[in-house]
C-alpha cells in the first residue's frame, strides 16, 4: 500500500523559496500521477500542482503558475515541488496524494501524508 511522507517546509520570508519532498514507501511511486495540495487556517484544502507518473506532464493552479515546478525521481521514489517567489498567501501546510491522472489533477485516490508546515512572513 502506498504511503507519501512530506517534508522541506520551515519558516521563510517573501521572495524566498523552499523545495518541499514527498516520498513514497510501500508501493514504488511508477505508476502514480502524484498531487501537491495546501490547506491554509479556516480555508478548504486545494490543488496545488500535479505531475503524471511518467513526469512529462504537469499542471499548476493559475496563482502558482511560473513559480512553482512539480518533478519526480522514481529512481528515488520521491515527488519534488520547488517554490520560488514565495508570498504570504502561499502560508499553508502542503499535502501529496496519489491523484486519478494528470487530467483529474485534484481526484484523490489514495491517503494522504502527514503534511508540511510552510510559512511565509517577514
Known amino acids: 500500500q502506498l504511503q507519501l511522507v512530506e517534508s522541506g517546509g520551515g519558516l521563510v520570508q517573501p521572495g524566498g523559496s523552499l523545495r518541499l519532498s514527498c516520498a513514497a514507501s510501500g508501493s514504488t511511486l511508477d505508476y502514480y500521477a502524484i498531487g501537491w495540495f495546501r490547506q491554509a487556517p479556516g480555508k478548504e484544502r486545494e490543488g496545488v500542482s500535479c505531475i503524471s507518473s511518467s513526469g512529462r506532464s504537469t499542471n499548476y493552479r493559475d496563482s502558482v503558475k511560473g513559480r512553482f515546478t512539480i518533478s519526480r525521481d522514481n529512481a528515488k521514489n520521491t515527488v519534488y515541488l520547488q517554490m520560488n517567489s514565495l508570498k504570504p498567501e502561499d502560508t499553508a501546510v502542503y499535502y501529496c496524494?496519489?491523484?486519478?491522472?494528470?487530467?483529474?489533477?485534484?481526484?484523490?485516490?489514495?491517503?494522504w501524508g502527514q503534511g508540511t508546515q510552510v510559512t511565509v512572513s517577514s
Open positions: 496524494a496519489p491523484v486519478s491522472g494528470i487530467s483529474a489533477c485534484w481526484a484523490v485516490i489514495g491517503s
